[in-house]
């Protein structure tokens, strides 16, 4: 369970108002797990979530008694738009039973899309291969393991509805934990601006000082001031998902020799093993050519191994490096290693 309050607190702005269609089978679902999600469902209400409910197993489960027992708001209804609407509007969660209903079929699909549903949310016999979120164009490509349903996903994608869950019934919590955090738990396929790479703006450097404030204590990273990054803002670009910063990556540029360095690369703790450091350096080369710099360069003691097997960088002599930045590293103390790629070709 996502058990970081704040953690939890930055989704409920952007959950307000919006609708999750829940598709599930109850009379499948573990007990417990199935009372866990009607306990999730519980506090998604609380926060401002338009809910509907679509059960497709027999009536065996009595899922009416449970979000009784839960004391939900709820009123049972069918596919009918206008009547849904009414009842997400009164603040009540609206309950479809249909046995036998395809989970993303087209009645199903169009029936969410019609409601502008934000999220659509499938609990699964199990765990769907994927990775914790993958866009709907590398869905569309996925070969492996669960493909038809990751290029169905991304299809439904199409139709208007950002993001799509596909998550295992057999978690229990797995509605909290998948959509209070920003990797969770399952695979969501998404169409929207999940993940992001974007200049710096000045209300982000406390969040970027509180979030690589402890590899500045330890040394890793060069210790840097708020009044230092505000003075160099151009320079920098974060990474967000779903709008919480989660990492950042600086690019100073130099005139004599004509090249640029890159600086500040962090990743959250919580976010590390998922591509971002790589895709935050590509995305500060990119910048550098855009510049019309021809090679870029990095200082490092940890991450040598990161920028040469992963990103193709070399060993550069000191000497070649821009004289200010070699009297900083020298005057420092720091034992880093040049590393360098060229951006020319």
């Known amino acids: 369970m996502q058990s970081d309050v704040r953690g939890v607190l930055q989704y409920v702005p952007s959950f307000r108002g919006k609708v999750f269609v829940l598709i599930l089978n109850a009379a499948r679902i573990p007990e417990l797990a199935l009372a866990e999600a009607l306990l999730d469902l519980i506090a998604l209400q609380q926060v401002g979530v338009k809910l509907v409910l679509v059960s497709t197993g027999s009536s065996d489960a009595q899922i009416d008694h449970l979000l009784i027992d839960g004391e939900l708001k709820w009123q049972s209804c069918d596919f009918d738009p206008e009547k849904v609407e009414a009842i997400l509007n009164r603040g009540q969660l609206a309950l479809i039973e249909q046995p036998g209903l395809d989970f993303l079929g087209e009645k199903m699909v169009c029936f969410a899309a019609g409601l502008g549903a934000f999220k659509l949310i499938l609990l699964l016999p199990e765990q769907v291969a994927g990775g914790n979120a993958i866009s709907r164009e590398d869905a569309l490509k996925w070969s492996g393991e669960g493909a038809d349903l990751l290029h169905r996903a991304a299809e439904v994608c199409d139709s208007g509805i950002p993001r799509v869950h596909l998550l295992d019934e057999n978690h229990q919590g797995v509605l909290m934990d998948e959509l209070f955090s920003n990797e969770g738990v399952g695979v969501m396929v998404y169409a929207d601006d999940y993940l992001s790479i974007r200049a710096i703006a000045a209300d982000d450097i406390s969040e970027l000082l509180a979030m690589v404030g402890r590899s500045m204590r330890d040394a890793h990273l060069v210790p840097r001031s708020y009044e230092e990054i505000e003075a160099f803002l151009q320079d920098f670009l974060v990474m967000t998902i779903d709008g919480n910063v989660v990492g950042c990556v600086a690019l100073h540029a130099f005139a004599d ?37 021809p090679w870029v360069f990095a200082l490092s003691t940890r991450a040598v191994e990161f920028f040469i097997g992963q990103l193709g960088y070399g060993p550069c002599p000191i000497e070649e490096i821009p004289r200010a930045r070699q009297e900083r590293l020298l005057a420092s103390g720091r034992e880093s290693m040049v590393i360098r790629n060229r951006l020319d070709g």
């Open 257 to 293: 020799p004509n090249c640029a360095e890159i600086a500040c690369l962090y990743v959250k703790q919580s976010h590390g093993g998922q591509g971002y450091g790589r895709l935050l350096v590509k995305a500060a080369e990119r910048r550098a050519r855009e510049l019309g710099i």
